[in-house]
């Protein structure tokens, strides 16, 4: 059942190295900013979700900030700013003879784009930070850290990238990295679901919007189940201290293990929303069936939430003690949500009308008809 478990989790996840080279190689006891008068940055991506972020706090600190992508994605955003445009499929020459202090690497998913930019740019940088995913280990079924095995593939060529291959795609492209630069010069962080304002994927988003609306509203499994997030402006926040005190090493990057649970989302989307439902609370096998029926290319009935218990659990958490004691910081889930709803407010109709997660208005009055019948 191996299988099913990772593909569930990367079915849900999808959207951010054989060996762990140690959390907390480079980075001193106490992790005061290091001073820097200037740093300059490349960043291969920056217009998607996380990429702005990482952006604006580089400059908030006063560094020069560099982008290369294919200008296909908010291209509009930081008009004052160096737009190098190419493409990691062989389209690289723009970066060619060009020197920057630190590589911030949050587009990179086939492990010979990957390989390519980190040959390219080894040379001519002194640091580069690899965003991986939490979907990389091969295991969901205990707590997980830096060093739990990672999914491997049997076909190491493939560049197919589906729910099963995901995961052990990006562990080889921190290979990679760590191959073109040594294991001192490069950070890789394996965030787990990434949320906040600006999520196109809307997978934690729509907890409070479909709270928002009121009336009876499904919840899967148990209040006590386990969910780990990590805000986007944490995970922003910390991937700069990264590159700017050079701290290397992985780092699994998440809320506190077991301080989050789905009866505490309940609450904070109420306590947010200023909005009362009526929960019911499903079972697992329920919650998991209606997730199969969703349409392709949303993100889940239930999004971010996994089953605890039967054979398709993921009753792992992942341990992000390392990253915290480097200096993450990880916001109330409650102001994630706050600044969510803010966000989503100014948005246009068009985009709103149609979560890209959870149930649509007409699947969810079905469920809950079922679930009164079987359950009556």
């Not at 998607?48 to 900030?65: C, Q, T």
């Not at 301080?259 to 909005?275: I, K």
């Amino acid at each position: 059942m191996k299988n099913n478990r990772r593909e569930f989790i990367k079915a849900s996840a999808l959207g951010a190295a054989a060996l762990s080279t140690g959390a907390l190689s480079l980075v001193s006891s106490t992790p005061a900013r290091a001073a820097q008068q200037s740093l300059d940055v490349l960043i291969l991506g920056g217009t998607g979700f996380i990429g702005p972020h990482m952006a604006r706090e580089a400059l908030r600190r006063g560094y020069s900030v560099t982008l290369f992508n294919r200008g296909r994605t908010n291209n509009t955003l930081f008009p004052d700013l160096e737009k190098i445009k190419g493409d990691r499929n062989n389209g690289l020459d723009g970066l060619r003879g060009r020197r920057w202090d630190v590589v911030i690497d949050n587009s990179g998913y086939l492990p010979r784009h990957v390989r390519d930019s980190a040959a390219l740019l080894a040379p001519n940088v002194s640091h580069y930070l690899f965003v991986s995913t939490a979907s990389v280990y091969e295991s969901f079924t205990q707590d997980i850290d830096e060093d739990s095995a990672v999914g491997t593939l049997a076909d190491k060529a493939t560049e197919e990238r589906t729910a099963a291959t995901y995961g052990p795609l990006k562990a080889l492209c921190e290979t990679a990295v760590r191959e073109e630069l040594g294991d001192e010069r490069t950070t890789v962080l394996r965030p787990t679901y990434i949320c906040g304002p600006g999520d196109h994927t809307d997978r934690f988003t729509w907890w409070p919007v479909r709270t928002q609306r009121g009336g009876e509203m499904l919840w899967p499994g148990q209040p006590v189940d386990h969910v780990q997030i990590i805000d986007v402006r944490d995970f922003a926040n910390f991937t700069i201290d990264c590159v700017e005190q050079r701290i290397a090493g992985t780092y699994v990057t998440a809320t506190p293990e077991r301080s989050y649970a789905m009866g505490d989302l309940l609450a904070d989307c109420q306590a947010v929303t200023a909005s009362s439902v009526d929960a019911t609370w499903v079972g697992e096998d329920f919650a998991l069936a209606a997730s199969q029926r969703m349409p392709a290319g949303n993100w889940g009935a239930f999004p971010v939430w996994h089953p605890q218990r039967g054979n398709q659990a993921m009753g792992a958490q992942f341990i992000s003690g390392n990253a915290r004691e480097a200096g993450l910081h990880n916001r109330p889930v409650r102001e994630t949500i706050r600044d969510v709803m803010s966000w989503w407010a100014t948005l246009p109709a068009e985009r709103t009308s149609v979560p890209k997660a959870g149930l649509p208005p007409e699947y969810e009055a079905e469920l809950i008809a079922l679930w009164h019948k079987d359950h009556a």
